[in-house]
């Protein structure tokens, strides 16, 4: 993706809850993949989802999944029955027909117990 | 396995001295990328390597910043002079070919002063 705009720079959700993070894109490529990494104060970016772009069925992994919307260039993280160790910046990044990554600016979510 | 490998994880230079970072990607992985990532914003890419060859440096300020994959595996990023706006996290990443899931090392913070 060339643009990847993430709106909420803090989200707080109570432990045991459910929240969803938001991700805009603008791209020119046809064929591209979406992703969600989480960054813990330890600075490793992790992988938490990954969605392909001709696909329209949702990706699911655990308790992370996405609404992805295409003709919107939304995709959004939802996560049921956060838990503490899910604090974190999350961010929403796009790729290139290089593979190489473009990423929003993150959102900070806080996991209240 | 063994993940992405850098040093050193912090750096602390004044301005105008030169500095080094150090990566060692996933054993098999041929595809190398470096990125920055200034306080509070998301990763952007300065360069990718597929083995010893820059396929994109666009990104790379060529007036300061240079990098080096000698033969395919480590990668060396070095900045000569440092400037205070390159105080930053400089991370590593590599894949399975430039079409596969990128893998993060955790990062150098640098604080030029």
């Known amino acids: 993706a060339q643009t990847v705009t993430q709106s909420q720079p803090e989200m707080s959700v109570q432990e045991a809850e459910t929240v969803t993070l938001s991700c805009t894109y603008d791209t020119s490529e046809s064929d591209y993949y979406l992703f969600w990494y989480k960054q813990p104060p330890s600075r490793q970016m992790i992988l938490v989802i990954r969605?392909?772009?001709?696909?329209?069925q949702n990706a699911t992994e655990n308790r992370f999944s996405v609404n992805f919307q295409k003709a919107a260039k939304s995709f959004s993280l939802k996560i049921s029955d956060s838990q503490l160790g899910d604090a974190a910046m999350y961010f929403c990044a796009g790729n290139n027909a290089g593979n190489m990554l473009t990423f929003g600016g993150g959102t900070r979510l806080m996991v209240k117990p | 396995e063994a993940g992405v490998v850098q040093s050193p994880r912090y750096k602390i230079i004044e301005k105008k001295q030169p500095v080094a970072f150090w990566c060692n990607p996933i054993?098999?992985?041929?595809?190398l990328y470096w990125y920055r990532q200034n306080l509070g914003q998301g990763p952007e890419l300065l360069i990718r390597y597929e083995n010893e060859e820059a396929v994109d440096d666009s990104q790379l300020p060529k007036d300061r910043f240079s990098a080096e994959r000698l033969k395919g595996v480590d990668s060396t990023l070095k900045i000569q002079p440092a400037e205070l706006g390159d105080s930053a996290v400089y991370l590593c990443?590599?894949?399975?070919?430039?079409?596969?899931?990128?893998?993060f090392g955790p990062g150098t913070r640098l604080t030029v002063l």
């Open positions: 969605q392909e772009a001709y696909k329209q």
């Open positions: 990443a590599s894949s399975y070919l430039a079409v596969n899931e990128q893998f």
């Open positions: 054993s098999g992985h041929n595809t």
